[in-house]
């Protein structure tokens, strides 16, 4: 305790010693400015040299005429196409028809085969004159040979002029007029409709039952008021801190 008392003494008595320093203003001196001389800038107008143009050399191209080769045309080639028959060998076949048509007078018949080599084969037609040709014949390589045949006796009908009749009394038609029968007209009966007068209904009307609004007092609930709390600043007086001494300039 008494270090502490001896501390603050000491402290005391240095604040009591100590001057305050003093400040002097420093002294400024204004410089001297001398005024320049202004000469102004000798301009030199440069010398301007027109640049040498030399005109080009100009060469006319040497144009040669090109020469014109008329092409050789040769004429193409055209080679016939080699045909080649195309032979078939000798097959065997046979056939036969029948053509009977009284309307236009057509009786024939016709049949035939072969056996590679030989032909052989026959037909059958009916002649005008009623009779019937029959003709059988053969083909080989020794040529074509036929044997013909008729049956029957040739008929020929004896011409029979049509007679005519040219005194035929023509009877005109008789030619009666239709009797025109007037229409009965019958004229449609007239009913005046019956009118009935609809039977009115008075309608039946309920009164709709009123209802009194039932009024329900709302309940008022006061709000909690809170105190805001309010808090005072702590002033802070500032901490004044002695200036030091400046060096003298």
């Known amino acids: 305790m008494k270090f502490f008392v001896l501390i603050a003494l000491f402290a ?10 003093k400040y002097e203003a420093p002294k400024y001196e204004a410089p001297k400015y001398e005024a320049t001389k202004y000469e102004a800038p000798k301009y030199e107008t440069p010398k301007y040299e027109a ?22 045309y040769e004429a193409p080639k055209y080679e016939a196409p080699k045909y080649e028959e195309v032979t078939y060998a000798p097959q065997p076949y ?9 309307e236009s007078y057509n009786d024939f018949e016709h049949n ?10 026959s037909y059958r037609v ?18 074509y040979t036929a044997d013909v045949k008729y049956e029957g006796e040739a008929k020929y009908p004896e011409y029979v002029e049509p007679q005519s009749k040219a005194s035929a009394s023509y009877a005109a038609p008789a ?16 009913t005046t409709p019956a009118y009935t007068t609809p039977a ?16 329900t007092t709302p309940a008022y609930t006061t709000p909690a008021y809170s105190t805001p709390s ?20």
């Open 12 to 21: 005391v008595a240095a604040a009591n010693s100590y001057d305050a320093p």
């Open 51 to 72: 640049p040498k143009y030399e005109a080009p050399k100009y060469e006319a191209p040497k144009y040669e005429t090109p020469k014109y080769e008329a092409p050789k």
């Open 94 to 102: 046979s056939f036969g028809y029948d053509v009977q048509d009284k």
């Open 112 to 121: 035939e085969k072969s056996d590679y080599n030989v032909v052989t084969g």
């Open 126 to 143: 009916v002649l005008s004159d009623s009779r019937v040709q029959i003709v059988t014949y053969k083909a080989d390589a020794n040529g």
């Open 175 to 190: 030619y009666q007029a239709p009797e025109y029968q007037k229409p009965a007209y019958v004229a449609p009966a007239y």
């Open 200 to 215: 009115y209904t008075t309608p039946a009307y309920t009164t709709p039952a009123y209802k009194e609004p039932e009024y």
């Open 230 to 249: 309010y808090s005072t600043k702590v002033y802070k007086t500032p901490a004044y801190k002695t200036p030091t001494a400046s060096p003298k300039y």
